[in-house]
């Protein structure tokens, strides 16, 4: 375990190491120009601008890079297995700019814009992407469509997001311990996401605006305001209220400009519920100890309505309810309820394009 | 049929007005403090920034007001009934930044850009529609309930645009009805639909057959619904 400092621009091949070494670039490249033998290798870079070309994709499973002042690899080929993958100190000083291949971490650093991995290309495959402590040093930037992600991780600072900007594939995104750290910030019309849990402070989400389709959004089980997702334009399966306590308000859904197919309140929570304000579509709601939703905009809204088990509340004065109401709705004094049908006997299958068996 | 021209700020209990008078405001405000009895008041404010406040949800649904130079009306409260309301003539010079009652009649301004009927509504409106000054939107962001938009004539001049709400039959004149929706998922009075849906569109929902002056997004589906008995 000894650390090599570099004192020119070197390739691996010519390179005396052994394994878990440290490897510090103190400034130099280092050009990776064939499969390495070693494991547990870690390259660093402290307080200097050093760098690593990877020649072709090599199993670097066992191996952890840092960055120092600058991006440490510009691009990371596909082929290519990582372990781990960390931003450096200074502005803009990214573990990678371009990601190919497969890595189990990328964390942010501690510069401004410090991305663990940037621009994570269809192919790539990350395990988990942590905020850093910089300024806006997301785990992983730009997620594109072909990529996946499994776990997004908001951080301990301020606004530190685990993945911003998704077209591609995401399992998990969970709001960090510090304010307004979303999992994943902007999920666009290509992306996808499974789950989205609120984190442990205010505004910590799992998600935070939603162009594209995300299943489930779940509020955190702090005593603060996570939300499992805070703007929805597209489309969510669920949206359910957090078991925070106390003054806790972690909805599950806090602004619906999209479709949601069903709202759950909370079963605990001092005010968790599934959507906070509804401008948009709420097919089926199920009040539980919390209400669904809390803030209806329209005096119209469209739902199915074997799925109200709950209260639709003022405003709302039109219901269209496809099929009859369930009998455990609440509806407003005075509403009208007007019974739709497709008049072919079809029955609702809950497929978020609306498709009917 | 006499112009009232305001020379102070006032209120409607205060005012000797009859009705189908008008009311320049003449850059005042006047505030509506109670239930008027009048039909037909006219209210505008040419060339200046006149506002009106409603003290509560009155019933001025044979009234007509259009906005100067300023917003005319911040909020219009939950069981407000209006005629028509209508942008003005300077840049964001909104006939009310919110609805929360019910409006006949939405229209886009004629002077100024974004000079929308309204802002943002919350409320019902019965029509909205485009103006001829540019992107002066009937109404900009739409989060509740709109029977009808229209395209306006000025350059993106919307009927409705930011839809997040319901817009339940739409025109398009050169300019669209709805410039930008926002749900993946619609529900329209599909005969009343003469005009463009746009993505993220993808399910809609028709009440009757969707009308042939229809455009819908590519790839998009309709199920047609009809009232069950």
């Not at chain 1, 005396?16 to 070693?38: K, V, W």
């Not at chain 1, 799925?307 to 496809?322: C, H, L, Q, R």
């Not at chain 2, 929308?116 to 409106?125: E, P």
């Amino acid at each position: 375990m000894s650390t090599i400092t570099l004192t020119e621009n070197t390739t691996y091949s010519t390179l005396m190491i052994l394994d878990d070494d440290i490897i510090d670039l103190a400034g130099y490249l280092l050009t990776i120009d064939s499969e390495p033998g070693e494991t547990g290798i870690s390259i660093t870079s402290p307080g200097t601008a050093g760098t690593v070309t990877l020649s072709g994709g090599y199993d670097l499973s066992s191996w952890s890079m840092t960055a120092g002042t600058v991006p440490l690899v510009v691009t990371i080929p596909a082929g290519t297995v990582l372990g781990s993958v960390t931003a450096g100190s200074d502005t803009n000083a990214r573990g990678c700019t371009n990601n190919y291949g497969t890595i189990t971490t990328c964390t942010g650093g501690s510069g401004s814009n410090a991305y663990g991995c940037n621009n994570n290309y269809s192919g790539a495959i990350i395990t988990t992407c942590v905020a850093g402590t910089g300024s806006n040093a997301r785990g992983c930037y730009s997620n594109y469509s072909g990529a996946i992600i499994t776990t997004c991780t908001g951080g301990t600072t301020t606004s530190a997001v685990g993945c911003h900007n998704n077209f591609g594939t995401i399992t998990t995104c969970t709001g960090g311990s510090g304010i307004g750290t979303a999992g994943c910030n902007y999920n666009y019309t290509t992306g996808t996401i499974t789950t989205c849990t609120g984190g442990t402070n205010t505004n910590a989400n799992g998600c935070s605006y939603n162009y594209g389709v995300i299943t489930t959004c779940t509020g955190g089980d702090s005593a603060n305001a996570a939300y499992g997702c805070s703007v929805n334009y597209h489309t969510i399966t669920l949206c359910t209220g957090g078991s925070g306590t106390g003054s806790s308000t972690t909805h599950g859904c806090n602004t619906n400009n999209g479709l949601v197919v069903t709202a759950v309140g909370a079963s605990a929570g001092s005010a968790a519920f599934g959507i906070k304000y509804n401008y948009g579509y709420v097919w089926n709601i199920t009040d539980t100890t919390r209400l669904s939703v809390d803030i209806w905009y329209s005096p119209t809204v469209f739902v199915f309505g074997a799925g109200i088990v709950g209260e639709i509340k003022a405003p709302v004065t039109t219901i269209y309810s496809f099929g009859a109401m369930n009998a455990g709705a609440t509806l407003p004094v005075g509403a009208t309820v007007t019974t739709l049908s497709t008049g072919i006997g079809l029955v609702f299958a809950g497929s978020l394009t609306g498709g009917f068996q | 049929m006499a112009t009232i021209t305001l020379a102070a700020n006032t209120t409607y209990s205060t005012l000797m007005i009859m009705s189908y008078d008008t009311i320049d405001l003449a850059g005042y405000s006047l505030t509506i403090d109670s239930q008027p009895y009048e039909d037909g008041i006219l209210i505008t404010s040419p060339g200046s920034a006149g506002t009106v406040t409603l003290s509560g949800g009155y019933d001025l649904s044979t009234w007509s007001m259009t906005a100067g130079t300023g917003v005319l009306i911040a909020i219009i409260p939950s069981g407000t009934e209006l005629g028509s309301l209508t942008g003005g003539s300077a840049t964001s010079a909104y006939g009310c930044s919110t609805n929360n009652g019910t409006i006949t009649t939405c229209t886009g301004g004629s002077g100024g850009t974004n000079a929308s009927g309204c802002n943002t509504n919350r409320g019902t409106i019965t029509t909205c529609t485009g103006g001829s000054a540019t992107t002066a939107q009937g109404c900009y962001g739409n989060q509740g309930l709109i029977t009808t938009a229209v395209g306006g004539t000025g350059t993106s001049a919307f009927g409705v645009t930011h839809n997040y709400g319901y817009v339940l039959n739409l025109t398009d004149s050169a300019v669209l009805a709805v410039g930008n929706w926002n749900s993946p998922a619609v529900f329209v009075f599909g005969p009343g639909v003469v005009g463009q849906i746009k993505a993220p569109v993808v399910t809609i929902y028709s009440l009757g057959a969707m009308n042939a002056g229809a455009t819908l997004p590519v790839g998009s589906s309709v199920i047609t619904l009809s009232v069950c008995g």
